[in-house]
């Protein structure tokens, strides 16, 4: 069994703003394993499907970022997933625009999303794919810069890592997470 959270803002005032990078992979990787995101429960709207032998659960929490982990946690209760087989995606800004980090632990790192997701699950220690988003170059504040859009200049590197995520987590599917991290980091 795997899940696969991608972190965002719920309504079109967020589509492609950098803080909805998650939903982005998600959406690319739906459309990559042929699995609708028609379903909702627990404030989150999902899919599931089988690849490779294994169920797969697509999730974009749909509370705000800041509340993710009131979807996550119940969501992964109720569907009894474990921990392990877990992965989220979302925006990074100390990262370049369209890099990758993965990590199978850390702090929130001060992205209010994942410090939720750390409250309701009860750990850090869970499998994590950070999206660069680059950081204001400007005097411009953070909440306002991760509520705008990529600069046409960072879109090409930008779809290349949506790209790149999508293959990660389809790696995920059907290898261990440390050869996926050797592979994709970076």
Known sequence: MKLFIGLGNP??????????IGFEVIDKLSDSLNIPMQQTKFKGL???????GEKVFLLKPLTYM???GECVGPFMDYFQIPLEDMVVVYDD???????LR??????AGGHNG?????AHLGTQEFKRI???????????PVPDFVLNRFSKEEQIDVESGIDRSVKAC???????FDKVMNKFNG
Do not use: C, W
């Open 130 to 140: 950070r999206f660069g988003i680059g950081r204001p170059t400007n005097q411009q």
């Open 102 to 107: 993965l990590r199978t632990k850390g702090s």
């Open 11 to 20: 309504g079109s005032r967020f589509d492609g703003t950098r803080h909805n």
């Open 170 to 176: 389809e790696a995920f599917i059907e290898t261990s």
């Open 93 to 99: 800004l100390d990262t370049i625009p369209g890099k």
């Open 114 to 118: 994942i410090r939720s997701m750390i």
């Open 46 to 52: 999902y899919g599931t499907g089988n690849v490779a």
């Open 66 to 68: 800041n509340l993710s």
